[in-house]
């Protein structure tokens, strides 16, 4: 590390600590502009970089570290930020305005932003210290329970909060047989009231969790049964394995202690509503920062802090820090918990109503002003789909209607009296991470961003922790609507109707054939986008023959031909190799075949082995030899599966934990044929290692000890996106299960040439609402959709073995009606020792020599 | 000039909605069956001039404001069935022929 060659022109802006909020910060530098106004210099404490701690626990379920990573480090390479990891400042010399690492080295700075986070409290009680006790902040800390957790059986959470029965949720998931001890008469104390505690107590322990409120820890002692004994001031003990601390957290402000700089109280640097601390050249930002006596433990206060602070050194003085709403709503343990302002109904002369259902464990609450015009306040536990529309009364003060108590209740179908989005003030926070309020959304909106993707893209909304998705969706919906901007989704000219209509209508009706379609709801003839669309829509509802006479002309190129053409009219030929498994001696069929017809191979980035260069008379004689050599079509050439990459999995691998291969040849052969609005593929790892790289397929599947984990929703190509994690530890029939879902429900409701990726951005309610759907049946679809899988799995047939039986289909492939030479037009030459088309000079050059 | 008709094919060598390739002296043409339209066959070049290569016969027939279209299987522009216009770019036009289908025969005029 060359830290002292730190000399620049520039005055120099110094960062202490890269967490979420000092990332953000410099995140907001660079979007200023600033890194060439000053030298922009950061430290960090911890190895990595700047990672997402909001979803840390993810760490456990699937997630790497590069995954919760908010930059590999090129945003701040790009911009000549430099940055140094293991980097902790031991102490700020104010007077000289300089600072000392740990290391010894000082440096000067001009500027300096202390974004030191903070630290998890752990109670002082005898004990504390003992090996095997932990806790839950920073990536090393889940290694170290990690670790810890394969070792034992029993784990115990002290603190009942937020964060605490986070941590518990993550020691269950260890397999752990989890406690929770919390000092408070009730669970997360700060959030909820009493009752709500108790059904959300309730519901954790049908979860098999242990819950010990109101329970204070004397003393951590060596145990009879267990690594530790934990002795209670009423007498009682619990014996267990592993501690976690989890009893609250403290603002960092070491630095500002030791360096002193006015503090709180109980802890916190001071700082103005620039973010200014009590010295004019200091800054803090996020939760190491005391605002008006409040510490915020939430990112999207500290993004607001990071976005003053750039504000006022950029010298706009507008972008103040004016506090935050603390308002929460989490899934706990699998259960929704919401808290909204005032949730202990301390405001005067505030009333309250109550909702309580026993039977399915919900409770609700909402506090209302004196006059019970505005909301002041709520409690969900067990449902949070009341909770969008009651923090919009909230935030915007907007006046409550009538029978305010419907906004809590039960409504006849299920869902709750949603607030319609028009209700809402221009200056209605949509997305508090970001700061995006509906009028930065409609000025985007009308600036041309006309899909929620376009309008993520521009003001970052539904980028931070994702829980403003769907309101965001409604809001530009709305958006368009009052723009006048006409949302066509017709799929063409033809048909006034979306591809998920048309499916339907196809599915409800019977419908067999382009033809009747038209007919009952169409106009006109039909096109290139209606025509292909319709033909892969009949074909996943009937799994009917592709090059029947009347679905033919629906078929685009490729799967007309049933290869896929190249640029100079030729095709090639890609047999199916499930899971990339292939004999000697078919590797041998497929050289000798390649050999005979001087073919170009070329292994695919798909796993299997693609023939170039046959002409279309060569396709069928070419098919002949490959089915009669055990070949099926590998599909290729259509809007379906394609394949499933897979890595050698236990069977060979020293570090395969299932047989991935086995896997991956298994559902290769169940998915093949299923055809659907865009390609699909798969692929099966056989640990975390992830040789075959399964979180960037349609839907990857990955060894676990305990069955699979399944991902969905992932893509390569154009623009790249992780999969999602679907569901963990799955036996071999659940995994199978869940996919026949998820793929027929995408086959069902996705448009025309939409990836699953895509697919999944535009869900409302996004991954959690496939969750429902599949995992919780909730539109009470499952048993149709499996089904559906079923008669496509049973119906299957190689279009190719079908095609060769058909003299008619046959007809197709002549190369001219009347004449029997080749397309002179198609012209190789030899490179590398096989074959390409020549290139229109070469073409020239060669007929010059002929003549 | 006289225009002289040769024969191409059967019409149940035709394909119904979608095309098949012939040739015509040497050149070649793509016939597009389409049974819906008042002139039920047309006869273009098979020469796709944007994507360079023989391969209009193998394009999908798209009925777009009344017009007979193909969209080219490589960079689906449309050409149209009667004219040969490229309706994406304006100087691309293909060759096409008058067609007649008689006794269940298909005759092509040469020029
Ligand atoms: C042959 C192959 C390249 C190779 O030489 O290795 C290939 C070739 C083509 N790809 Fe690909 N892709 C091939 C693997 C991939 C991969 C890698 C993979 O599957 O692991 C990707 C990225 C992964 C993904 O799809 O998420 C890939 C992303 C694309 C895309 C972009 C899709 C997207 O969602 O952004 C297209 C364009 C499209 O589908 O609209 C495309 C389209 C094409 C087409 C069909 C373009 C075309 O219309 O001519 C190419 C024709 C193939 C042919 O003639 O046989 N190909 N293509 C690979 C065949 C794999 C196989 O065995 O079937
Ligand atoms: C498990 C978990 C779940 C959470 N869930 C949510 C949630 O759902 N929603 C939500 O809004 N918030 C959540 N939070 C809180 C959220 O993570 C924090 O609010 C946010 O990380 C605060 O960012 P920060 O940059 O202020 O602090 P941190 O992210 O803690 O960053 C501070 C960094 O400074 C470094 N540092 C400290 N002192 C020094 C020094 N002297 N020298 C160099 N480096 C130093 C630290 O090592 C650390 O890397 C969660 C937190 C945890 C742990
Ligand atoms: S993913 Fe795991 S099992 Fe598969 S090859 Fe890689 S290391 Fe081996
Ligand atoms: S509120 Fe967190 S991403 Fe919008």
């Known amino acids: 590390m060359t830290i002292n060659t730190l000399t620049a022109d520039k005055p120099r802006l110094v960062v202490v600590g890269n967490g979420m909020v000092g990332h953000h910060f410099i995140e907001q530098l660079i979007e200023q502009g600033a890194q060439h106004q000053f030298a922009i210099n950061v430290f960090g404490e911890e190895p990595h970089l700047a990672y997402d701690r909001v979803h840390l626990s993810e760490y456990f379920t699937g997630k790497a570290a590069a995954d919760l990573a908010m930059t590999d480090g090129r945003l701040y390479d790009e911009n000549g930020v430099r940055y140094f990891t293991k980097s902790q400042v031991v102490a700020i010399e104010r007077d000289a305005k300089s600072l000392q690492l740990a290391s010894g080295e000082r440096l000067s700075y001009d500027i300096l932003v202390l974004a030191t986070g903070s630290y998890p409290f752990v109670p002082p009680m005898p004990g504390h210290d003992r090996d095997n006790t932990f806790v839950y902040r920073t990536l090393e800390d889940l290694d170290a329970i990690r670790d810890c957790a394969k070792q034992v059986t029993r784990g115990t959470v002290v603190g009942g909060g937020l964060l605490g029965l986070e941590a518990a949720n993550a020691l269950k998931n260890l397999g752990l047989e989890t406690s929770v001890i919390e000092f408070a008469p009730r669970l997360m104390p700060v959030q909820l009231d009493e009752t709500g505690g108790q059904v959300l107590k309730e519901m954790i322990e049908g979860l098999e969790v242990k819950v010990n409120t109101a329970t204070a820890t004397q003393n951590i002692v060596d145990g009879e049964q267990a690594f530790h004994r934990m002795n209670f001031a009423d007498g009682s003990y619990l014996e267990t394995d592993l501690i976690l601390f989890s009893a609250g957290i403290r603002p960092q402000d070491a630095l500002a202690r030791q360096s002193g700089l006015e503090i709180g109280e109980r802890g916190g640097i001071c700082v103005n509503n620039d973010c200014v601390t009590s010295d004019d050249s200091i800054y803090a930002i996020g939760e190491c920062a005391l605002w008006n006596g409040r510490i915020f433990g939430l990112v999207a206060p500290g993004y607001s802090m990071a976005k003053a602070a750039v504000a006022h050194i950029m010298g706009d003085s507008d972008k103040r820090f004016m506090g935050a709403d603390m308002s929460t709503k989490l899934k706990l343990l699998g259960c929704d918990v919401g808290s909204i302002g005032d949730a202990h109904a301390q405001t005067q002369g505030c009333k309250v109503f109550v909702y309580q259902d026993e039977l399915t464990q919900s409770y609700r609450k909402m506090v209302v002003s004196e006059d019970g015009k505005k909301l002041l306040g709520a409690v969900l536990v067990g449902d949070n789909s009341y909770y969008d529309t009651l923090l919009q009364y909230y935030l915007n003060a907007i006046d409550l209607p009538d029978n305010a108590q419907s906004l809590i209740l039960p409504s006849m179908d299920g869902a709750p009296a949603a607030l319609g989005v028009d209700a809402l003030p221009a200056t209605a926070s949509i997305c508090s991470c970001h700061n995006v309020s509906k009028q930065d959304i409609s000025d985007a909106v009308c600036a041309g961003a006309l899909s929620v993707g376009d309008v993520k893209g521009v003001t970052k909304a539904a980028t931070g922790c994702g829980g403003c998705a769907a309101l965001l969706k409604k809001v530009v919906d709305n958006e368009l609507l009052a723009l006048g901007v006409e949302v066509s989704t017709d799929i063409c000219e033809h048909f006034a109707y979306t591809r998920q209509d048309l499916y339907n209508l196809i599915k409800i009706e019977g419908i067999k054939s382009f033809a009747e379609l038209l007919q009952k709801h169409g106009k006109g003839h039909g096109c290139e986008i209606c025509k292909p669309a319709v033909g892969s829509i009949l074909a996943s509802v009937w799994n009917d023959y592709v090059l029947k006479k009347e679905h033919i002309g629906l078929q685009d190129t490729n799967d007309r031909f049933l290869a896929n053409m190249q640029k100079d009219g030729s095709y090639s030929i890609v047999p199916r190799i499930p899971g990339g498994e292939i004999t000697p001696e078919k590797l041998i069929v497929l050289g000798q075949v390649a050999k005979d017809y001087g073919l170009y191979t070329k292994i695919t980035g798909g796993q299997r082995i693609d023939l170039f260069g046959a002409t279309l008379p060569q396709l069928p004689e070419i098919w002949e030899k490959l089915v009669a050599a055990g070949f099926e079509t590998g599909q290729a050439y259509g809007k379906s599966l394609r394949t499933v990459k897979s890595c050698v999995g236990s069977t060979w691998c020293r570090y395969g934990v299932n047989d991935s291969m086995g896997m991956a040849i298994h559902l290769e052969n169940r998915y093949k044929g299923l055809r659907s609005p865009h390609k699909i593929k798969f692929a099966v790892s056989g640990c975390t290692r992830e040789c075959a790289e399964a979180q960037s397929k349609d839907i990857g599947v990955i060894a676990t000890e305990g069955g699979w984990n399944l991902y969905v929703c992932g893509n390569g190509g154009m623009k790249p996106r992780h999969a999602d994690l679907f569901a963990t530890d799955l036996d071999d029939e659940t995994l199978v299960k869940y996919i026949d879902r998820v793929l027929m429900f995408y086959t069902q409701t996705a448009d025309r040439l939409q990836r699953t990726s895509v697919w999944m951005e535009s869900l409302e309610g996004g991954l959690d609402y496939l969750k429902e759907v599949v995992i919780d049946d909730k539109l009470g679809l499952c048993d149709e959709l499996e089904s559906r899988m079923q008669h496509v799995v049973d119906t299957f047939q190689c279009e190719w073995k079908t095609t060769l039986q058909d003299e008619q289909a046959l007809k197709n492939f002549r190369q001219f009606v009347n004449y029997e030479g080749d397309d002179t037009n198609v012209v190789f030459v030899e490179e590398r020792n096989q074959i390409r088309p020549a290139t229109e000079e070469e073409k020239q050059q060669l007929i010059a020599k002929a003549g | ?111």
């Not at chain 2, 024969?7 to 909605?17: K, P, R, S, T, V």
């Not at chain 2, 819906?36 to 391969?55: L, T």
Request: glycine share 8%; with cysteine.
């Open chain 2, 1 to 111: 000039m006289t225009m002289q008709w040769k024969l191409m094919c059967e019409q149940q060598d035709l394909i119904e909605g979608a095309g098949i390739a012939a040739m015509l002296d040497g050149q070649q043409i793509a016939l597009f069956y389409v049974p819906e339209a008042e002139q039920q066959v047309f006869a273009i070049s098979n020469w796709d001039p944007i994507g360079k290569a023989n391969v209009l016969s193998r394009g999908l027939l798209a009925n777009l404001k009344e017009q007979w279209t193909v969209a080219s299987p490589l960079y689906k522009q449309h050409y149209e069935l009667q004219s040969g216009q490229c309706l994406e770019e304006e100087g691309v036009k293909v060759t096409t022929w008058p067609v007649k289908l008689e006794t269940g025969k298909v005759f092509v005029a040469c020029r």
